[in-house]
């Protein structure tokens, strides 16, 4: 029988309860706040410690906002410098790419958790996790990371509305994967490139932009913006302002996707045979 908001939040609790002491793989996202918050409230912050893993593909801007979120928690934060960059399996940028770059911060915050004797680590992949192409998952179950919101079938629906009951700043905070997500497969990750996607993006959150990405295809810059926002990206001076900014930064050419902004759209060039990662 399908479980109501309150009874997934309730056997949420119950379940952390029994984690005694837990790592908690923190974003500053929304499914990873509101884990982090939850965890607190049932265990207390002297028995949960939020890891960060910063890295070039963690942009400033989401570092500052995950920082200062977790203040606001009263939570103990740990920074994890990973390295995945150079971990040539990852820079290819093969659809398995995210599998690479978890087992790293996996690996790391059990050795974590290990070293302070706290008793597990979770993380925060929610239910509609299991009906995307997320090869992170595969990451989490071989290294042992506990993911409560799935075993409680929480989506990102459900969490928003539990993060406004909650007053949480991340409750209609848009979804911010990683830099390197905005790469297209295939081509090689630098921290140049990195770096391009972070300033561009950096750009249009100046001009009043809020969920979009900048989609790295080389030379080309694919701009999804949601489509109500359609008018206003096209609309000078936005126009000009955004095509010298990005050729300024290395771009060739600065496109719009017309189908306008939506998680995951590289994902859409795969093949079923691709999305099966065999680790």
């Given at each position: 029988?399908?479980?109501?908001?309150?009874?997934?939040?309730?056997?949420?609790?119950?379940?952390?309860?029994?984690?005694?002491?837990?790592?908690?793989?923190?974003?500053?996202?929304?499914?990873?706040?509101?884990?982090?918050?939850?965890?607190?409230?049932?265990?207390?912050?002297?028995?949960?410690?939020?890891?960060?893993?910063?890295?070039?593909?963690?942009?400033?801007?989401?570092?500052?906002?995950?920082?200062?979120?977790?203040?606001?928690?009263?939570?103990?934060?740990?920074?994890?410098?990973?390295?995945?960059?150079?971990?040539?399996?990852?820079?290819?940028?093969?659809?398995?790419?995210?599998?690479?770059?978890?087992?790293?911060?996996?690996?790391?915050?059990?050795?974590?958790?290990?070293?302070?004797?706290?008793?597990?680590?979770?993380?925060?992949?929610?239910?509609?996790?299991?009906?995307?192409?997320?090869?992170?998952?595969?990451?989490?179950?071989?290294?042992?990371?506990?993911?409560?919101?799935?075993?409680?079938?929480?989506?990102?629906?459900?969490?928003?509305?539990?993060?406004?009951?909650?007053?949480?700043?991340?409750?209609?905070?848009?979804?911010?994967?990683?830099?390197?997500?905005?790469?297209?497969?295939?081509?090689?990750?630098?921290?140049?490139?990195?770096?391009?996607?972070?300033?561009?993006?950096?750009?249009?959150?100046?001009?009043?932009?809020?969920e979009f990405r900048v989609r790295h295809h080389d030379t080309i810059a694919r701009?999804?913006?949601?489509?109500?926002?359609?008018?206003?990206?096209?609309?000078?001076?936005?126009?000009?302002?955004?095509?010298?900014?990005?050729?300024?930064?290395?771009?060739?050419?600065?496109?719009?996707?017309?189908?306008?902004?939506?998680s995951g759209s590289l994902n859409e060039t795969l093949t079923k045979e691709q999305?099966?990662?065999?680790?």
């Amino acid at each position: 029988m399908k479980k109501s908001l309150d009874e997934k939040y309730e056997l949420l609790k119950r379940n952390l309860k029994k984690l005694k002491k837990t790592v908690v793989a923190y974003s500053g996202g929304v499914d990873s706040t509101f884990l982090l918050k939850t965890a607190i409230d049932v265990l207390g912050a002297e028995n949960v410690l939020a890891c960060i893993g910063v890295s070039s593909s963690l942009s400033g801007t989401q570092y500052k906002r995950a920082i200062e979120f977790a203040e606001l928690l009263g939570a103990k934060v740990e920074e994890i410098k990973v390295q995945e960059i150079y971990d040539a399996e990852y820079a290819a940028n093969s659809p398995d790419r995210c599998f690479h770059c978890k087992s790293h911060l996996y690996s790391m915050l059990n050795e974590i958790a290990r070293k302070n004797n706290f008793h597990n680590v979770i993380c925060g992949c929610n239910f509609d996790d299991k009906d995307d192409f997320r090869p992170g998952n595969k990451a989490a179950d071989i290294r042992g990371i506990l993911s409560p919101l799935m075993e409680v079938e929480m989506t990102k629906d459900d969490i928003r509305k539990i993060s406004r009951k909650l007053n949480l700043p991340t409750s209609d905070l848009p979804a911010s994967p990683c830099l390197a997500s905005r790469i297209a497969y295939g081509l090689k990750i630098t921290r140049q490139r990195l770096e391009q996607i972070e300033e561009a993006e950096d750009f249009l959150r100046e001009l009043g932009f809020v969920e979009f990405r900048v989609r790295h295809h080389d030379t080309i810059a694919r701009i999804e913006v949601n489509l109500k926002d359609l008018n206003k990206i096209i609309s000078e001076p936005n126009r000009q302002k955004i095509i010298n900014k990005l050729k300024s930064i290395g771009f060739k050419f600065i496109t719009i996707d017309l189908q306008g902004f939506r998680s995951g759209s590289l994902n859409e060039t795969l093949t079923k045979e691709q999305k099966q990662i065999s680790i």
